[in-house]
């Protein structure tokens, strides 16, 4: 089969999880694969889940639902009841274990647990939470290279945005730290 | 590869109509295609165009009337109900024969409805919407991709002919985002010099342009009216636009358009994964309707499948292709709601028996 990756990723409005998605098709865009990302634009009530859906292949994208995604991101409670039902048998769980408790979890799904907001306030900016879960992403998941993610990363932001950069820069390498901790885990 | 740009639907839309030399946008806030006049409001002034927003869509409507008649491009962008506002200008424009490209990023209705996707304006776009024997030379573009030639293409035929043409996309085309590359697209058509019948070319004339959609002579009105029919005939001979993919060992063919066919796809390459035999049918253009495929389909069909975000508006038309050779079925959801490619998957499923 050829290479097709589905991911919902999806919190409360704010949390960056558009823009984690858009970081994502960009890298896969870059990296000369077919992309497509789609937000949901429903009418939202305030504190409640924003999300979106990738698509990336290196084929037609065909459907642009995302009805059982490989990737799963959770930023926050609500959209963890919402979704973790959808995730494909063998797919990966990215959950942000500072706003998210998960009783009985699923044993046929990779999950990476990741205290986005602790490390980002560390850092100095609770807003890099989604950067941070982004670099562990890049380490557990195969829908874009880290470098990839990494070079999408100083894309959007810019120069507009360049005195952001030392900071997404370290969020990113948080995250990553995190997310080979995992894969050593599930290795040994 | 590198000129591909990851670029959401509705700034696409606008930038692709930038592209084929679109001078005015006038226009009014309806989401899903909120992003098509912010993106006209800020790209436009740096081609030495204009963007206003109107203070109403039949305002906007009426604008794009006026700015048509100087033979500049214009794009004017709505959604469902508000379209329904731009109906009666939109059968002036039309009467008065001038160019101008419309698109409705569809939603669900009837009424002010909802805001997500649907494709329950077919009948509007297609058979009317506006009063009188007018027609809307009317895309349905599949993919961003395509959706950015057929607007540049729409300009061309809107010119060539000289009436309004409908760009009938859906809620899901304006938000998603994917790559685009933005390729001139140019019809190899004769299109007459707007200064041949616009307004402000007196001069170069000698004669001067009139431009109205009033005909109270009944003779007069009856002879435009057949001019106009003839116009329509035109079309229908050399506008129609479609894509056929598997239908030649099909059992099975589904029809459908817009995203839409995208999912129906997805559904098809499960189906064929599993050794079932069904195959596409996706009108690209929905006036002039391909009813010729419909027509011809191959002896081994047993079952046309419509499928339509909408309570089944497309499927008169098939119905008019098929001609009662086949029978003809119909799965659809409504109100914003998206046939999943497993729903299509399991009602090309029952008719495969």
């Known amino acids: 089969m050829s290479f097709y990756r589905e991911m919902i990723a999806a919190g409360f409005g704010g949390q960056g999880v558009m823009l984690l998605g858009q970081i994502v098709a960009h890298a896969a865009l870059n990296e000369g694969n077919n992309v497509m990302w789609i937000p949901s634009y429903g009418p ?83 807003k890099v939470a989604n950067i941070v879960v982004l670099g562990a992403l890049a380490e557990t998941v195969d829908i874009a290279s880290a470098d990839a993610l990494k070079e999408a990363v100083k894309e959007i932001l810019g120069a507009k945005k360049a005195h952001l950069l030392e900071i997404n820069m370290k969020a990113f390498e948080k995250g990553q730290e995190v997310g080979k901790q995992y894969v050593a885990q599930a290795n040994s | 590869m590198s000129n591909r740009v990851l670029m959401k639907g509705n700034e696409a839309f606008a930038e692709a109509a930038v592209q084929a ?31 206003l927003q109107a203070e109403s869509e039949v305002a906007g409507i009426n604008m794009i009337f006026g700015a048509a008649g100087t033979g500049f491009r214009t794009l004017i962008s709505s959604s469902s109900p508000g379209i329904s506002l731009m109906s009666e200008g939109i059968s002036y424009i039309a009467a ?37 024997d007018y027609r809307l030379l009317t895309l349905a573009p599949g ?11 729409a300009f ?5 002919y000289r009436n309004p043409v409908m760009i009938l996309a859906d809620g899901f085309m304006g938000q998603m985002m994917e ?49 106009l029919q003839e116009k329509y005939r035109r079309m229908e001979e050399k506008e129609v636009r479609y894509e056929s993919v598997g239908v030649e060992d099909a059992d099975v063919v589904i029809a459908a358009y817009g995203t839409t066919a995208r999912i129906a796809k997805s559904s098809i390459k499960k189906l064929r994964d599993q050794g079932m035999k069904v195959g596409l049918i996706r009108p690209q253009s929905l006036y002039p309707f391909p009813y010729k495929p419909f027509n011809d389909l191959p002896d081994g069909v047993k079952h046309v499948l419509v499928v339509e975000m909408s309570c089944g508006q497309m499927i008169e038309d098939v119905k008019l292709g098929v001609q009662g050779k086949v029978p003809v079925s119909f799965y659809g959801r409504c109100g914003g709601m998206a046939p999943s490619v497993e729903e299509i998957e399991e009602a090309a499923k029952k008719l495969l028996g």
């Open chain 2, 21 to 51: 030399g679109c001078k005015y946008f006038f226009g009014y806030p309806i989401t899903p295609q909120n992003e098509i006049p912010e993106y006209m409001s800020k790209r436009l002034p740096e081609v030495g165009g204009v963007y």
């Open chain 2, 143 to 153: 993919t961003l991709q395509e959706a950015t030639e057929f607007i540049m293409m």
């Open chain 1, 44 to 126: 939202e009530m305030r504190g409640g889940t924003a999300n979106c859906s990738v698509i990336v292949s290196d084929g037609e994208v065909a459907s642009p639902l995302v009805s059982s995604p490989d990737v799963l991101v959770i930023m926050n409670q609500p959209s963890l009841a919402k979704f973790v039902g959808k995730l494909r048998k063998g797919g990966t769980l990215i959950y942000n274990e500072d706003l998210v408790t998960y009783d009985n979890p699923r044993d046929d799904v990779n999950i990476v647990k990741v205290k986005a907001n602790s490390i980002a306030m560390e850092l100095g900016n609770e």
């Open chain 2, 179 to 227: 790559a685009i590359e933005f390729k001139k697209v140019k019809l190899n058509y004769d299109i007459p010099d707007p200064k041949e019948w616009a307004i402000g070319y007196m001069a170069e004339r000698g004669k001067r342009a009139l431009i109205k959609s009033l005909s109270l002579d009944p003779e007069m009105l009856e002879k435009h009216n057949q001019k």
């Open chain 2, 156 to 160: 061309d035929l809107a010119e060539y």
């Open chain 2, 96 to 132: 008065a024969e001038l160019p101008c490209v419309i698109i409705n990023v569809m939603r669900g209705g009837p009424g002010l409805g909802g805001i997500l996707p649907a494709q329950s304006d077919y009948f509007q776009a297609t058979k009317g919407g506006g009063h009188g």
